[in-house]
């Protein structure tokens, strides 16, 4: 069994933020990732507001380059899923599928997954025309009627960056105007491609093998039409990817450390992004907060990552 002095959950730009800091601090430090290094930043086309990049940079090299940095100061990336945390005696005991490890210290940086909608056809045709993720998909649509579920800067943006590809698309958005930042929808509306349905819901996505139309409900008037279309992308916000909080420790493992979660299931941490469970600490899109960007993440790991070296001094 392996020892360390902090474990970073999550190989995002937070989860490499927090693993430079504590690298560089000379902590024996491991990240932990299940899925895709670089999170969602991962599969963006396009990064405009990071600092330091004056011109667009795509999200894949952005992560690259993290990458590079965690690789030069020595923290290593384990590809591998967290199944429980178990405190035990001022440590923490990390049951992973294949291997367990023990450190002194935690910082969750493990993000958000996109939310789905919840409708009929939804989960029987994921991966046949409905999809999460316009940079991986989107050139699978080439020529081809497409929709994109949403109306914040990720929506707005992608289906933008769609138009590139498809033979038109759809912007399908509940409200009667965007939430995007302004910039993003002034590109939106100079796309000729790109088509928008207000006041709109998604009541069922149509199709036997691959995506073939959505039945759409109109919220003002309540007419119900239905959209032939060959692909649907959906945007509609975020969910935590706090699962491995809520399972239960085993009776005899110890003193359960409960992480606090606010309503939607986000973790709530103090100024020093210190969770509810002294030694686990939070940062990144995982966090009850009102702003999810790049920016703030990374700086949210670092401040993280230095507060869990001061804690581990301590201990």
């Not at 923290?75 to 049951?95: D, G, H, T, V, Y």
């Amino acid at each position: 069994m392996s020892t360390y002095d902090l474990v970073i959950l999550g190989a995002g730009p937070a989860g490499m933020t927090a693993g430079i800091y504590a690298a560089r601090a000379g902590l024996k430090a491991v990240l932990i990732e299940k899925a895709l290094v670089g999170g969602q930043v991962a599969t963006t086309y396009s990064v405009e507001n990071y600092p330091g990049f004056p011109e667009p940079i795509p999200g894949p090299e952005l992560v690259n380059r993290m990458q590079q940095q965690l690789d030069r100061f020595g923290a290593p990336i384990l590809m591998s899923e967290l199944e429980r945390i178990i405190p035990q005696n001022k440590q923490f005991l990390l049951q992973l599928n294949q291997q367990e490890l023990i450190c002194s210290a935690l910082i969750i940086a493990t993000g958000a997954s996109p939310a789905i909608l919840k409708v009929p056809g939804e989960g029987r045709l994921r991966g046949r025309g409905v999809s999460y993720c316009a940079t991986c998909d989107g050139p699978l649509f080439r020529d081809e009627p497409i929709a994109v579920a949403g109306g914040g800067n990720s929506a707005v943006e992608e289906a933008v960056y769609l138009a590139r590809f498809a033979k038109s698309v759809s912007l399908i958005h509940r409200r009667d105007a965007l939430r995007a930042d302004k910039y993003i929808q002034e590109m939106a509306f100079a796309e000729p491609k790109l088509h928008f349905i207000w006041d709109t819901v998604v009541e069922e996505i149509l199709g036997g093998e691959s995506v073939a139309g959505l039945r759409l409900r109109n919220k003002k008037t309540g007419k119900v039409s239905v959209l032939d279309i060959s692909g649907l992308f959906i945007y509609v916000g975020l969910q935590p990817n706090t699962q491995f909080l809520t399972v239960s420790v085993p009776e005899d493992a110890g003193t359960p450390c409960p992480v606090k979660l606010d309503e939607h299931g986000f973790i709530i941490t103090d100024r020093r992004f210190q969770t509810s469970c002294p030694g686990i600490f939070a940062a990144g899109d995982v966090l009850s907060k009102d702003v999810r960007q790049i920016a703030n993440a990374v700086g949210e790991a670092a401040s993280a990552a230095i507060m869990a070296r001061k804690y581990i001094e301590q201990l």
